[in-house]
């Protein structure tokens, strides 16, 4: 396989079981970049056995943690990539493509992201497939802005689309998906409490049977049989501690 001089960026913490097909997915890039928050597994290992250059720095956020990683980048397009997401190979051949263009007149590029829930990729509701931008010249954008959670990027420029899917396997099962709803409900909290944001009664009881009315019902989550009804009904669980711990802080409680 040809590699192109584009840096790929990944952030992980105990990622041993995913890293290794991460990388693997994106092995048409000539730089691996991986900032490890300290991990206790094989992660860092694994990652240098694939030949990644592999930097630890301590977790602050997300949006300051994959900052950090383009920054160390060796060239300028930088593809960025969660350790539980793949290229998949229509993907691959379209950011190949793109590359040998010589990324004419665009900034970055966007694509689809499916979302694995359970042994199959989801289509429909709050799930269904959304649109990324992972794909950047870095010296016209990034990862901006204060939030450090549910981060993205921008540039100034134009975007454009690509076609196939980075494929995304987020949850190893539900206890971990429980786990990692309740960690985001208290980042999301804190940010929030932090930028002046204040819950309401109303709010803890509206805000999550609409999360479930819009997934479920005006954007066909149903449609998704059983995964469709679980998947909405975690959401609103999610919802719901949000809007809960939010609460408590302006009460001066300790969520």
Known sequence: MTRRPISLCVITQNEADRIRDCLA???FCDDLVVVDGGSIDDTQAIAREMGARVFERKFDGFRSQKAFAVAQAKHEWVL????DERVGDELRAAIEKAFD???AGAAGYRF???NDFFGRFMQHGNAGADKVLRLFDRRQGGWRGPREIHESVSVDGDVKMLGGYLDHYPYRSLSELMAKQERYAHMMAT???AAGKRATLTQI????MW???RGYVLRAGFLDGWRGIVYALL????VRRKYVKLYLLQHGQKP
């Not at 959401?235 to 999610?238: D, F, G, N, Q, T």
């Open 25 to 27: 997915s994106a092995s």
């Open 80 to 83: 960025c990539l969660d350790a």
């Open 101 to 103: 263009a010589g990324f």
């Open 112 to 114: 689809y992201r499916r």
């Open 191 to 193: 940010e929030e409490f």
């Open 205 to 208: 009881i509206v805000s999550p």
């Open 211 to 213: 999360r479930f009315f």
């Open 235 to 238: 959401r609103v669980e999610y």
